[in-house]
């Protein structure tokens, strides 16, 4: 459906504004606490900078879903190295990143992620084939209750200058919406239920 000025406003959020996700480039620790959170020491960015930082994530377990994103205070800059200071936590295996294709999800993927010796937690950081950037997390279970998590990093739309040139399109994009606006008021009138008409009944 056509709304006054949509080809504007969308070339200039595009010009503006860029949807990004948080990444994890490298999984330095994770453990298990005693109220059933995973927390994980990553390097990683997130969706404003580039640059990468020591971050420390840490997120309660859900007992049924399958996936979950990772909320945006979830993930906060430095490494929190004191739950490791803690003996009652549970050690979580972690192994070499795993690539899958573009797009695709971790759990269909699953049978190419390798399986640690003796581990009973593992977590995986995956990576996707360009032009995908997403990492997001895989935990996985192998005790008398098995499970698979996918955990998705947050993403968010952030400011980007680097498509700014594309506003010189705005007096282009502003002729076609208000070339296109009598056909949007057409069709806005048109759309939608109708009352019938009620034939008179004469005796």
């Known amino acids: 459906m056509l709304f006054t ?26 453990v298990i606490t005693r109220d059933s959170r995973l927390v994980v020491l990553v390097e990683g960015a997130t969706a404003e900078s580039p640059k990468i930082k020591p971050f420390t994530i840490i997120l309660p377990l859900p007992t ?12 906060t800059e430095g490494w929190h190295s004191e739950f490791f200071n803690d003996t009652n936590m549970t050690t979580v295996t972690v192994v070499q990143p795993v690539v899958i294709g573009a ?5 269909g ?5 390798p399986i640690s010796p003796g581990a009973i937690k593992t977590l995986y950081l995956v990576k996707h084939s360009p032009p995908d950037a997403m990492t997001p997390l895989l935990y996985v279970t192998h005790d008398r209750h098995p499970r ?5 990093l947050d993403g968010r739309d952030v400011k980007t200058p680097r498509r700014y ?5 705005l007096p282009f994009t502003l002729a076609f919406d208000f070339a296109a606006l009598p056909f949007e ?14 034939e008179s009944i004469r005796d």
């Open 5 to 30: 000025g949509c080809c504007t406003y969308l070339t200039a959020d595009f010009a503006t504004h860029a949807y990004r996700h948080d990444t994890v480039r490298r999984i330095e620790n994770a």
């Open 64 to 75: 049924t879903e399958e996936g979950v994103w990772l909320p945006r205070d979830a993930m």
């Open 103 to 107: 797009y695709e999800s971790a759990l």
């Open 109 to 113: 993927q699953s049978d190419r992620f």
């Open 148 to 152: 698979k998590l996918e955990i998705g």
């Open 165 to 169: 040139p594309l506003l010189l399109l």
């Open 185 to 198: 008021i057409y069709f806005m009138s048109t759309y939608g239920d109708k009352p019938r008409h009620i």
